[in-house]
């Protein structure tokens, strides 16, 4: 397949691992772009959108859009650090003070911080949402407000894979009075001209290429932990998280009109690698007009570690965004990994979208396909991108998966 864009020399591996993955790795179209020092060295995207199945061959072009899944988060959580850094919101203070209808069943001492680093315990939904329940925001904003924590709050940290969103997104809404989507619109994606959407507007629909779900393995075996878990017992966290979605996850409904209207902040973001490169580009260069060094910092700084409640394997996280880690030994389908150097942080998503900021190397790194990749995080596709952006720069993977300069 074709690959089109630009690709500085000192990068050429990148543009060579992008072409194997199309050739050899199951990649359907995809797009990748990074940045150096603020300059764009890699900006490149290929294969084919397949909008209308595996016979349709419509070219992936420089304005292709495709869902992000939760690489969306890393979007929202640097909406909430905005805020922050403007003296507005403050992420000690409980977080029924800006929310006070959230200090239902025992979360009335809960902070702002606990629902960034995934520790509140309302990583689900107790009771059966009702169907297409994730389109009307007051409908899931009413229900976390009366939800009861799955554990007591602070003791320990789970993946909020579909609550994060709505929990974050409410608290920027009650301070700053505009939705997620809009604050993020408004502040970021028009500013720095990104082609990234909490919330997609009708006039960009064509340019979406439709997500094609990830390949089954041929044994259960081979599922990771977590949806091994939750496909055996519905009632378990995981089943839970997978489960009672109201009918939004594995039904194909992120491929419909009204997924890509709904502002779905945890996993519903529509963009390409460059939008998301130029989103985490600031971070990596002091924080620009978005972020505080000071704030900045905390973004990147470990808040919470160890085995996690939801996915039941070890997690790291910032406030809101994803640190190194490798997953690789814990099991045959549990080989999620993500590989980058420690001073960096960002977000991956279902399937292999990734993007992420390393102040240290003052570099941003953003990819986004159609196709998903097994596993829960990154795959080989994008981390082969991610390696290779950092052999360019001298780095070396010397242990636990982690580049050191």
């Excluded at 939904?125 to 009366?146: C, Q, S």
């Excluded at 006039?203 to 949806?227: G, K, Q, W």
Aim: include cysteine; charge should be negative; glycine fraction near 12%.
């Amino acid at each position: 397949m074709s690959v089109d864009g630009a690709c500085d020399p000192r990068f050429a591996q990148v543009r060579d691992e992008f072409e194997r993955n199309l050739a050899e790795r199951g990649e359907v179209g995809a797009s990748v772009c990074v940045t150096l020092a603020g300059e764009t060295v890699v900006d490149l995207w290929g294969g084919t959108t397949e909008p209308s199945g595996p016979g349709d061959r419509s070219p992936w072009t420089k304005d292709t859009l495709a869902l992000m899944w939760s690489a969306t988060k890393g979007a929202t959580a640097l909406c909430a650090h905005m805020l922050a850094s403007r003296g507005v919101l403050d992420l000690d203070a409980p977080v029924a003070q800006y929310w006070p209808e959230f200090a239902k069943n025992g979360k009335d001492a809960i902070p702002v911080r606990m629902l960034l680093c995934h520790q509140a315990g309302l990583a689900a939904f107790h009771d059966p949402l009702p169907i297409n329940a994730f389109y009307d925001w007051d409908v899931i904003t009413d229900t976390l407000a009366g939800e009861e924590p799955f554990w007591e709050p602070g003791t320990r940290h789970g993946y909020h894979g579909t609550t994060f969103g709505h929990l974050v997104g409410e608290v920027v809404r009650r301070v700053d009075g505009r939705s997620l989507g809009t604050f993020f619109r408004e502040e970021v994606a028009q500013p720095f001209g990104l082609d990234l959407f909490i919330g997609l507007p009708e006039e960009h629909e064509s340019r979406v290429a439709p997500n094609i779900d990830m390949d089954m393995p041929a044994s259960p075996d081979e599922l990771p932990t977590f949806y091994r878990v939750a496909l055996s017992d519905p009632t378990s966290l995981p089943g839970l998280i997978v489960l009672n979605t109201g009918g939004w996850m594995g039904t194909g409904a992120c491929n419909t009109r009204e997924s890509h209207a709904a502002e779905l902040p945890a996993l519903g973001g529509i963009g390409n690698g460059r939008a998301l490169a130029g989103m985490y580009a600031p971070l990596a260069n002091g924080g620009g007009d978005l972020v505080t060094p000071e704030q900045l910092a905390q973004m990147g700084a470990v808040s919470a570690a160890g085995i996690d409640a939801s996915v039941l394997m070890p997690s790291r996280w910032t406030l809101g965004f994803m640190k190194a880690l490798d997953n690789r030994a814990q099991g045959p389908g549990d080989r999620d990994f993500c590989f980058m150097s420690e001073e960096a942080f960002g977000h991956a998503g279902m399937g292999g979208s990734m993007g992420f900021a390393d102040p240290k190397a003052r570099l941003s790194f953003g990819y986004v396909m159609n196709k998903q990749g097994g596993g829960l995080a990154l795959n080989e596709r994008g981390q082969s991108l991610i390696d290779a952006v950092y052999r360019a720069l001298g780095y070396k993977r010397v242990r636990e998966g982690i580049w050191y300069d």
